[in-house]
Each structure stands twice: as structure tokens, then as C-alpha cells.
């Protein structure tokens, strides 16, 4: 019996070996590079428990501004290995050049078991002194910082997606170049040029460890970086920094907290900058804020007013005809203003409803497609960013999240009065980007030629040599010089008499541009007011669009917006 219970602990002690030493082959010899069902490299794990390691740069192409600056600001910063805690090292010398105590240098490690960033921001001078001292795991870099950045919305975001990744870039994911980690675009510029952006490998300081973070070999700490003088591309978009700072200043100070403005520069019809709130939260990167909405659709309110003018004068309707401004909008009965008899230029100056109902039923009795038709030839009949052939992309679009305008969803509206009457004041189903809306008065102002709108430029190899530019777009359908003329003087006419005359008059450029505001149901306590122009007047040079979301009664936070971006712009030319 006793003999029997031996035997039987004999075998189960040797199938446990055997197992032990089967799961020993498995990890160390047959799934080294490919361990269990999410395929786990454990010669790379094994490496990365010994290594550890500072990224200065995730190795993601560079988006520029339109002088070449960084979007993405870096700071000079100071980065300590944990293993100098047990060694002796300059401490004191370093803390006279930072200017700081030796025993705050001395208490930044604690607790401290991967690289870290001391907390004090450098200076050049400060960078170069440390740098020279050349001390093993101490190292003056410049760091990208993601504090404040500007044109969040238009840069746009990214973040790491195994599974579209390697569907994505198959040919990539196979020779290794890109993994589970690499970030992808999901949003602005990051994601429109995602192919050229991508990242095959970041810039990173790295040393190998034992279990007590002593370095294996020797305290030399490696530089290693997978980019070359060639990729990642960078984006040379036509932002400028100081414009888009004076922008994001002005909307937020105005107390915009769900807007923003467009600026497009009229003679290149180049965005120079784009501002969107709410802000955008990195780390919630599909929540509230995400959306770009200067690039959606929403409703444009008496900004709308403009493309019936435009349709009216090129119908041959004169100034000189009168209307009768004390109806309400629907010609039936009594309005809540009483403007008397006002002729066609005055009653866009006014924002008369009466006189453009009258003029849309008029006009799509004779086209039931003449809003189409001028909204092209005022360049927003479709998306208005630059769209072309790159590569073997049939249609790349610099913006990729911008929405198509709508004027009328059901072509039955067009026989409908009231339907028609709504359309003819931004009401109803109309739908329109700041971007579009942006563009119109870009249109206008250079004269009458509709563009694309761009945002980049040229795209650059890593060394600042030229890769690509994109060609200026244009479109054959113009309006003609009288009508375009009787437009602009329509629009200053706003600014001198009408509804923008109290906060837009008096300003260092002469403003030409329509208000608007678009309500958003009896049910709702605010609505969206805008105000879409271009300037100076004489001589344009800048569309501006700003819009208010969430405008209340007696709020004018848009037109405030508009007329402190104006006379930054005038001071920055100066």
C-alpha cells in the first residue's frame, strides 16, 4: 500500500516536472515572439522590464506654421536618470547653473524609478552650461510640450489604434516599422495627412537596468532615434502663430465658450486662423470640445441674406425698388419691427425678412435653382477646403471633417411659400460652415473669383527641403463686376447705417460684412448670432466670420469678438 502511494507521488511529481518543463520550452523557445492570444513578444518585454528609457519625440512628422514654426510648442527642460540617487555626481554644480537649491535637486528623485523632467524651465544659456559638464544621466533637451497649444481643432489629435493601424498600413505593420503603439490621426491635419505623418519610430534616451535600476552597462545612456533627414514629412499649413494667438485671445476674452472665428487671408484665400470652442480635451479625446465646428453646417440666420442679394442683383432687381419693411417675414401681417419703406440696399443694411422672402419667392418662381446656382459662383455650393488628386488619393481633402452645405432637402420646398420664406433668412433646413460662410465674403471681396479655401501649403521632407506644394484652386463660375460692386457697397452699407454700426463702426480698417442671427426654437433660451465680413474695405485683405452659439438676449459677444480681431490685425501689420 505504502509502496503503491509512493509510486503514485513519484508520477505525479514527474508529470508536473514535465509540464513545467514543457511551459519553460514554450515560453523560452516556441512563442518567444507570439505569446498567447494578443501575441506578445517576450524577448521585447524581457528587454523593456531591463531598459529604461526617456522619449524626446515620438518621431510623428511636424506641423508648421506659415513661417515655419512649430504648432506644437517645445520648452528647454532638464531630464535626470533615477540611478544617479546611488552615485556620486555633480548635484551642487548642476544646482548653481539651474539656480536652484541642492537639497530641491536632491529630492526630485524621490520615488522616482524612470526618467524624469526636473521641474524648472531652462535657458539656452542654462543648456549649454549642463550639456558641457557631459554627466551620465543628466541631459538639457528640448522637450514638446502640450501646455496651451494653439489650433487644437485644426491640428487635430491622435492616438493609438492597434486594429486600424494594421488594417490601414498592412505592408507597414509586416516589416515592423509601425506596432500597436503607434498613434494614429483621428482628427484636423492629423488625420487628412496621417500617411505622411506617421511615425516609424521615436528619438529616445535609454539605458538597460537590473532589478535595482543600476545601469548593466556602464553608465553610458544611449540616444536612439529611427527617423532619418527625409521622414517623417512636416506640414507647412498657412496658420501664423501670432494671428492665431491674437484670435484664441479674442474669442475667449469676448466670453465665447461655444463658437469660435475663421480668418482667410483674400489674396491666396489661405486659412491664417481657425479657433473652435469648447476647447479640446486630450484626454477625452471624442468627447465635448472634439468637433471642429467651424467646419459643420449650422444655421447662418440674415448672413443668408447675402446669396438672395447676390441672386437679386445678378436677376437685374435694382437698388432703387422699394419694399415695405413693416411687414413681418411672411408678408401677412404686421412685424415686430416697423421699418417703413425701405429701397434693396437698406433692407440689407436693416436685415429686413420681408423684402428677401418676397425676393426668393420671386426669384425660384422663375429658377427653381437659382440659390444653387449663385451659391456656387459665391464659392459655397459644396465643402469649400482644397480638394484634388495626391498620390493615389482621388479626392484628398485637407479638411476632412467639413460638411457639405444644405439649402433646401426636400425639392418640394421649392414650391412651398413659407418653406421658401424660411430658406431666404438662413432659417429652416439651410446649413452652412463659418468655413463656407468665410469663403462667400473671401469671394466677394477679391472681386468675384471663387477658390478653395487651403490650410496647407507645401509639404516638406525632414530637412525643410520642399516634398510637394499644393496648387492655388480656382473656379470658372464668377460673378460680374456690377454685381460684385452693388455687393460691396451692400455690405459697408451694414457697418455705416445698419445693424453692424454699433460695435463695427470707427475701427482702424473700414468693415464691410452681414450680421445674422438664426433661432433655434421657442424652446431653446439663446441662439446663434454671427457676423460674416471682410476688410479694409477700399482694399481687402482679411474674411473674418465669428459666431456665438449660444448668444442670450442683449449679449453681442460675436461683434465684440469681430472688432478686437480687427484692430489686432491692424496693429500686427504695423
Known sequence: MMKRRMIGTGLLLACGMILLIGRLVQLQLV????????????????????TQSYVLDEGRGTILDRNGIPMSESIPALVLFP???????????????????????ERSFEGKIQPFTFHKTLTIEQMKQINEQNIPGVYAVNKPVNENPLATHVVGSVRPNPELIQSKYPEKWAEGSIDEQ????????QLAFDPFLLSEGDTTLLYHADRQGNPLLG????????????????????????????????????????????LIDISSNNVLGMVSRPLFDSEDPLGKGAENQMVKGYFPGSVFKTLILTAAYENGVKDTRLFNCDQNLYRDG???????????????AKSCNATFTQLAEELIKTDPNVIEKTAEKLGIATAVGWEDKLYHYENFKQFP??????????????????????????????????????????????????????????????????????KEISHDKKLSNSVIKSLQESLREVVV???????L??????????????????????????FAGYFPYDAPQYALVVVDFERKEEQYRAYKAFATIVKDLHQFKR
Open 31 to 50: 512563442e518567444t515572439e507570439s505569446y498567447s492570444k494578443h501575441h506578445v513578444n517576450l524577448i521585447e518585454a524581457s528587454i523593456h522590464q531591463r
Open 83 to 105: 540611478f544617479l540617487k546611488e552615485r556620486d555626481w555633480p548635484l551642487e554644480e548642476v544646482a548653481n547653473i539651474l539656480n536652484v537649491a541642492p537639497e530641491r535637486l
Open 182 to 189: 503607434t498613434k494614429l490621426g483621428i482628427s484636423g491635419l
Open 219 to 262: 553608465l553610458d545612456v544611449k540616444f536612439f532615434s529611427a527617423t532619418d533627414s527625409f521622414y517623417p514629412l512636416q506640414l507647412m499649413t498657412t496658420l501664423d502663430t501670432e494671428i492665431q494667438k491674437n484670435l484664441e485671445k479674442a474669442v475667449d476674452e469676448s466670453g465665447i465658450t461655444n463658437g469660435g472665428a475663421v
Open 334 to 348: 404686421i412685424g415686430n419691427r416697423k421699418l417703413g419703406m425701405l429701397n434693396l440696399k437698406d433692407s440689407f
Open 401 to 470: 471633417d467639413e460638411s457639405s452645405p444644405i439649402f433646401f432637402k426636400d425639392e418640394k420646398d421649392k414650391k412651398i411659400r413659407k418653406a421658401i420664406d424660411q430658406t431666404a433668412i438662413g432659417q429652416l433646413n439651410v446649413k452652412v460652415s463659418p468655413l463656407a460662410l468665410a469663403n462667400m465674403m473671401a469671394t466677394i471681396g477679391r472681386g468675384g473669383e471663387a477658390k478653395d479655401v487651403r490650410v496647407v501649403s507645401d509639404l516638406l521632407y525632414r530637412n525643410g527641403t520642399t516634398f510637394l506644394s499644393f
Open 497 to 503: 447705417s445698419g445693424t453692424g454700426n454699433t460695435f
Open 505 to 530: 463702426s470707427g475701427l482702424p480698417y473700414e468693415v464691410a460684412g452681414k450680421s445674422g442671427t438664426a433661432e433655434l426654437g421657442e424652446d431653446v433660451p439663446y441662439d446663434h448670432q454671427w
